[in-house]
């Protein structure tokens, strides 16, 4: 099977590129913790590809932001008040998450 270097760097890029644009969600959490969310999953997304195949590795991350987007977009933008890209209020987001009280 050939290793096609362009899927990861749309992975790594399209990765970046979440963070950077919903840095407002993650910003509790430990660089650290972040970096080993980002190392599972790539090893996962790397293991799908070279399992399965690239159609189920591009297939996995449509589900994968399918997700993102319906979190983001109705459970708490819509559902509880929050916004989708910035996750204001702060306090309303970590109370949701658990991580205030």
């Not at 362009?6 to 972040?34: C, L, M, T």
């Not at 159609?55 to 559902?79: D, N, P, T, V």
Request: net charge positive; with cysteine; aromatic share 20%.
């Amino acid at each position: 099977m050939q290793v096609n270097y362009w899927d990861a760097v749309f992975f790594v890029s399209g990765w970046a590129i979440a963070q950077w644009v919903f840095r407002g969600y993650e910003a509790h959490v430990r660089p650290s913790k972040r970096v080993a969310k980002f190392v599972l999953l790539a090893l996962v997304f790397a293991a799908v590809h070279l399992l399965a195949g690239r159609w189920w590795f591009y297939a996995l991350l449509a589900l994968m932001a399918a997700c993102i987007a319906f979190l983001h977009g109705y459970w708490f933008h819509y559902r509880h008040g929050i916004h989708w890209r910035t996750a204001e209020p702060s306090d309303r987001y970590l109370r949701l998450i658990g991580k205030l009280r």
